[in-house]
Structures are given as structure tokens and as C-alpha cells.
């Protein structure tokens, strides 16, 4: 969507705010969002449902952190607001990434988040802390491995962009490949999953019987 007009609105404890308007001092942690752009400034479900959850994962200050599909970065400026370390934005769309650098300079955040343009093979193998990931269903499929792989022992998914119907296949893929179902979201037409890698012997146990109570 290009030259779209919107007002400020929330999204749990974060304001999002069109840039050029002036901040409030008491609302919510601010994410500035260019008028131009990529998909997800916050209007969609699964990108208010991510932002959502990033607010309940532990620990995320000081988080490494990747955005998969990264579109306008809003995803991306969220963590470091709730002050991940830094974040790699990587995007094959070159219009989806070029919106994700602007938004990043319109937040400051220049140094923190770092905006690629490429497939997931162009971020390295050094691993994360944290992965976001609203994509398409069939993308979650085909680079599950990968995105699992980057994942350190002990760390969290965040997955969305997942139809209802494609909820079973997406859980099920990720479960064979180790990870542990730690909460998840039914919207409107989408599904939000968060998931843990297990970092010891014994992990599946505690994290699948705090899931059970959710």
C-alpha cells in the first residue's frame, strides 16, 4: 500500500505512529511508520498478533534477533523498543527492503537493524536468539530446516502469515524438527505460533505442560 493516510493507533504496549506527527509522550512505546511501504505496518492481524507476542517472550532484552519477510521492519523496531540487541531485516522484495531502511532511519535506529535484501541463505549461520517469521504458509514449509537451524538452542519462533487450514501442516513440521509449542493465537483468518527450541534434556517436558495450560 503507497501514500497510505492513518492516525496513530495501539497495539498492546506500542503506539504506532504515521511519520511527521508528533509523539506522545504518554502512550505506548512508539514504532514510526513511513506513509509509503511495504506490507505490515500493523493494521493486518498477524503482524498485531506478533507484536503481541513479542511482548510476552522472556528475556528479550538483549536478544539477537532475525525478521524473515520483514516488509516495512516494523516487526524489526518493535524488538529493539523492547530493547533487543540487534536485529537482522532480510526481505527479497527490494521495494519491501528499501521501506524497512527508511523506517528504521525514521526510528534511529541505524546500527541496530541492519535491512537485507536476499533470501534467508544471506543472513549467515550465526545463530539467533529470536526468530520472526509472518510469511506465507508454504514459505514456513519449505524453510522450516533452515529457519530451525538458525535458531539457538534455547531460543524462540515466532511464526505468522498462516491460514487456519495450514495451521496443522505448520505445526506438525516444526515439532518434527525438535521445537516445543509454547503459545499460539487463532484469528479472524490467521494463525500465530510461538515456538521454543529445546536447549537441554528434559525441556520438552516443562515447556509442553506450561503450553497445555495456556
Keep these: ?14 503506539t504506532i505512529v504515521p511519520e511527521d506527527h ?38 528479550i532484552a538483549g536478544m539477537r534477533c532475525l525478521d524473515l519477510g520483514s ?9 529493539i523498543r523492547l530493547g533487543a540487541a540487534s536485529v537482522v531485516a532480510v526481505d527479497i522484495d527490494p521495494k519491501a527492503a528499501e521501506s524497512c531502511a527508511a523506517n528504521v532511519r525514521l526510528n534511529g535506529m541505524e546500527g541496530r537493524i541492519f535491512s537485507v535484501c536476499g533470501e534467508l541463505a544471506s543472513v549467515g549461520r550465526e545463530p ?41 501442516d505448520i505445526q506438525r513440521r516444526f515439532r518434527n524438527l525438535g521445537c516445543i509449542e509454547h503459545d499460539w493465537q487463532i484469528l479472524e483468518e490467521y494463525v500465530t505460533i510461538v515456538l521454543r527450541k529445546p536447549d537441554a534434556e528434559g525441556d520438552e517436558m516443562i515447556d509442553e505442560k506450561a503450553a497445555s495450560s495456556l
Excluded at 1 to 14: D, K, V, W
Excluded at 23 to 29: Q, S
Excluded at 71 to 79: E, F
Aim: aromatic letters at 8%; one cysteine or more; hydrophobic letters at 45%.
Design 1 to 14: 500500500m503507497y501514500g497510505r493516510i492513518f492516525t496513530p493507533f495501539a497495539i498492546g504496549g506500542f
Design 128 to 168: 539467533y536468539d529470536l526468530l520472526l517469521a509472518n510469511i506465507y504458509a508454504d514459505i514456513h514449509l519449505a524453510l522450516a530446516h533452515e529457519m530451525v537451524g538458525l535458531v539457538r538452542p534455547g531460543g524462540w519462533l515466532i511464526l505468522s502469515g498462516i491460514p487456519l487450514q495450514d495451521k496443522f
Design 71 to 79: 516488509g516495512t521492519g516494523i516487526l524489526a523496531v518493535a524488538a
Design 22 to 59: 508528533p509523539e506522545d509522550p504518554a502512550a505506548g512505546l512508539p514504532l514510526i511508520m513511513g506513509k509509503k511501504g511495504a506490507f505490515g505496518s500493523g493494521e493486518h492481524e498477524t503482524t498485531a498478533s506478533c507484536l503481541e507476542e513479542m511482548e510476552r517472550i522472556p528475556g
